[in-house]
């Protein structure tokens, strides 16, 4: 971490899990824990849990995003969420991209870009995700994957909106599957991300971005990953539904 250039942000995914009782509860274990926290904390639940989420988040230091929204505002999108209507509900952040998406539901580098637009217009911030699968990475070309993902997720994106984009390094083959790049692996693909960022906007905008990693973080490894120059926190999957894991990775970045 760089905490005198960039903001160090823990985000938790809680992906398909919890209904609004267990949020509030979840939420309420969390927050005292975090109070202190050197770094953003954010948690991305389900959609039917927002409300429910903002509410218990109200008066603490978590801030609540989504995992998802759709590239319109409105329209005949059957079972979609716009960006709006979750920044009309008090949600801040939302993750686009995630490698679950892309390999559940099709999306696409091109639809990551849509979205991530969609998502900014509305006000919100994003966590933009890439990262390679493991056949990529044994041909040697997760920077080339990187690259090419990023450059086509930020294509439009201005200067002055890079500083509501948080970026996260998730390789697909570390999601979920309790592997993890190594803490030299991890900060590497960050640095690269990093330079990418530096390609498009200059280094001082690659300077000031947050770049997290994203692939199986936990409270054993938080602190070797977080020690690291170029990674600036956390996605957190797992670890994010057991309120003492999240806060020791919060507590991690100190």
């Known amino acids: 971490m ?9 985000a938790g995914n ?34 039917t849990n927002l409300e429910t989420a903002v509410d218990a988040a109200a008066g603490t230091v978590i801030k609540i995003g989504a995992q998802n929204c759709h590239h319109e505002s409105a329209g005949a ?21 995630h490698s679950e998406r892309r390999q559940y539901y099709g999306e696409t580098d091109k639809t990551v870009n849509l979205r991530t637009k969609a998502a900014l217009a509305a006000g919100l911030k994003v966590i933009l995700c890439v990262g390679e699968h493991l056949a990529e990475r044994e041909y040697g070309i997760t920077d080339e994957v990187t690259a090419l993902q990023t450059k ?35 900060d590497h693909a960050c640095a690269a991300i990093r330079a990418t960022v530096a390609g498009l906007y200059g280094d001082q905008i690659a300077q000031a971005t947050t770049i997290q990693y994203g692939g199986s ?6 602190a070797e990953l977080l020690s690291k120059k170029d990674v600036d926190g956390g996605l957190i999957g797992g670890a994010s539904l057991k309120s003492k894991d999240f806060a020791a990775i919060c507590g991690a970045v100190n």
């Open 2 to 10: 760089n905490r005198s250039v960039r903001k160090t942000v823990i």
């Open 77 to 97: 999108y059957t079972g979609e969420i716009s960006a709006d209507m979750l920044a009309e509900i008090g949600v801040e952040y939302v993750i686009i991209g």
């Open 217 to 222: 973080m936990n409270a054993a490894n938080a």
């Open 14 to 47: 809680w992906k398909m899990n919890n209904n609004r009782a267990q949020t509030k509860e979840l939420i309420g274990e969390i927050a005292p824990l975090v109070k202190d926290a050197g770094c953003d904390v954010v948690l991305c639940v389900p959609y």
């Open 152 to 186: 086509v997720a930020l294509s439009g994106i201005t200067a002055g909106q890079m500083k509501d984009i948080i970026i996260a390094y998730e390789p697909v083959w570390a999601i979920g599957t309790g592997r993890n790049a190594t803490s030299e692996q991890a």
